[in-house]
């Protein structure tokens, strides 16, 4: 293996562009000074539009839980009934901090690898009117799957005034994200994946039906108190003293994205998506999700004749590859490539032609060059010719 | 295109490692302090170990002209007879600065693409007695020849005592090099090839014999004085202020080629050429250069039915990928890859997979996957089993 390199494609953290990496080692400036008021002033629009919002989007110095625990003290209290649609692992954390705080929570399970789905929402939420917010994942990190949220809150919207509440953490800045025009209240994301940062910011931001309950709310809380962000964000400043590296990648970062266009981050991270699932369906490789509902940034394999771990360890030994294994009961069972953030296409046939040979090396007898040709025809008719 | 994505192909700059990226970023340090000749103290055994001599190893600041200059301005003077071959372009110039100081030089040109024939050498020193110095190239950058300078000097060595240069500057550090061993008496080569660095250090050595020549040498020099930099270098010092941020690199460039072992670095270079020349042939697509004279860190394509110059647009505007073209006369006629120092096996199956799209989207026909299937297929079988 090649001294001192290492391919770092697991869903999250993600690899920092050079030119985000040189921002971030940017001399330390005052918080309170203007320098830092004018870059939370370029940052705000930016970030707004990679939501969908007209509101503002509160930045946390925190991990993407610390967003998502925002989400539940600002918008809810003791003894208020809510929803907990739970994916995977990271509906279940939902559920852990409402748990945490007493709130009174339903869950709603959906089997690992499939989406949740908005009638059966509906449905529930037409048999228990009483419930106040809705907590969902957009990307569920844990299997790869991209919820069907504009659909849940249509399908919402038709019996029910819950606030729905989305962690996008895996998938907001890779994925389109219309929070305004799709109704949803609450968003948070973080740092460490589609927005090519290192982990330590996280971004929440809130409807104005969801400002509305945040305003009225008396659930004690401080740090993470949204009001706080949002006032002082109006004001070009901060709350509390901010990761101010951090800032500086976010402000590069944002650069880069205006540099790509939006809309073509996202077609960018689709592409990568199809050529992933291509070359897996070419080797007959069964996949977690089903196309449908699978996510542009992360792509759960699930082997039925070979062991996962087998793959991730040879790639690891062999080339520095790190993909991602299987959380809890899915331990051992699958592996997840992330392809998020700075990954291009050119990353894309990287993985897929070392994973053919670690295939080859744990004994998977597959055709050489199988999946990277399928991928490779993904790429030649979707990213040339749309 | 990913925005802030480039993949540096080209036989030299070659990309940086980033743990030698931060290296250089150490503060600046005084040059005559013990700081500086901590570093050189350690630097130095494992630049002679690379070169293959017990010599000291010059450490210039300079491009790898300057170290090519110094080879020059050391060994010969005004009026010597030298003998320069000229495999390509930095044969050619040899040349060049031999004429710039009135050597009267003799040249024999190769057909570029071709390596220097060892037995042609030894017939022109045997009608030519006076030849004093021959000048020669390991690695031809331009074409990607790798010349068998071991058999030069033995056939050297039976009929002359004429000193044996060499401009090693695109392969030492990848290809084994044994000066001693096989009576090189000056060897050079720059840091921004297999070296891992940015331009700005040339290394030169000189064997035992050769120091004896240089010695006696009367030809003005100052700046490129190679007994200036000997007699520094036992010292633990330099005669100039060193370019110091390059030697925070250097040192760090040498403890990644410790911990990866020297004989694996050359495996690694050797698999890579042999990767990328199976792919090549695979698609039917003709390389410069035999394979008994490939050099394992560059490898020049010479298309019969695609414009060279099309291939290297596509891939530059796809994927930000650059390679090389040809210089002089083969300018637009041939690409050429680089795959040295911090390169890997999986980094060439990256260039394959993305020059079999090029390929396909400037109209070359080729099977989607073969060149990478081929390749794959040796790193199975040599990467791993030898």
Redesign the interface.
């Known amino acids: 293996?090649?001294?001192?390199?290492q391919?770092l494609r697991i869903p999250g953290p993600s690899p920092i562009?050079?030119?985000?990496q040189r921002a971030m080692?940017q001399p330390m400036i005052g918080h309170r000074g203007q320098n830092t008021s004018d870059m939370l002033r370029k940052i705000g629009p930016k970030l707004k539009a990679i939501f969908g919002t007209s509101q503002e989007v509160a930045i946390i110095t925190g991990s993407g839980t610390a967003g998502l625990e925002a989400a539940v003290v600002n918008v809810v209290k003791p003894g208020d009934e809510v929803l907990v649609i739970v994916t995977g692992a990271f509906g279940d954390r939902f559920a852990k901090i409402c748990g945490a705080y007493q709130i009174n929570y339903q869950r709603i399970d959906v089997e690992w690898g499939k989406a949740l789905n908005p009638a059966a929402i509906k449905s529930y939420l037409q048999e228990h009117p009483q419930i106040k917010a809705i907590f969902s994942t957009y990307c569920e990190t844990s299997t790869g799957i991209l919820n069907p949220i504009k659909e849940l809150s249509e399908a919402v919207r038709q019996v029910s005034d819950a606030l729905i509440v989305v962690d996008g953490v895996s998938c907001v800045g890779g994925v389109d994200t219309q929070m305004d025009e799709w109704g949803i209240d609450v968003m948070v994301t973080g740092s460490q994946k589609a927005f090519m940062l290192p982990a330590g910011l996280t971004f929440v931001a809130a409807s104005e039906r969801a400002w509305k309950v945040i305003e009225q709310n008396d659930q004690p809380r401080f740090y993470l108190d949204l009001k706080k962000y949002r006032d002082n964000l109006i004001k070009d400043t901060t709350p509390f003293t901010p990761a101010l590296s951090l800032l500086f990648g976010l402000e590069q970062v944002l650069n880069?994205?205006d540099?790509?266009g939006l809309e073509q981050v996202y077609k960018?991270h689709t592409l990568m998506m199809q050529m992933t699932r291509a070359a897996f369906h070419a080797m007959g490789i069964p996949l977690l999700t089903s196309d449908e509902h699978a996510s542009p940034t992360v792509t759960a394999v699930k082997p039925n004749d070979f062991d996962a771990e087998e793959l991730r360890k040879v790639l690891k030994k062999?080339?520095?590859?790190s993909i991602a294994g299987g959380q809890q009961h899915l331990a051992g069972k699958i592996v997840r490539i992330g392809h998020m953030g700075?990954?291009?296409?050119?990353?894309v046939?990287?993985i897929?032609?070392?994973v053919?040979?670690g295939l080859?090396?744990i004994g998977k007898e597959i055709?050489?060059?199988?999946g990277?040709?399928a991928?490779?025809?993904i790429?030649?008719n979707q990213?040339?010719l749309v």
């Open positions: 293996m090649l001294a001192d390199q391919i562009p050079p030119s985000v080692t880069l994205i540099e790509e960018r062999e080339f520095g590859l700075y990954c291009s296409p050119a990353d046939l990287q897929i032609s070392t053919e040979i080859q090396l055709v050489l060059g199988t990277t040709a991928a490779q025809k790429y030649l990213g040339v």
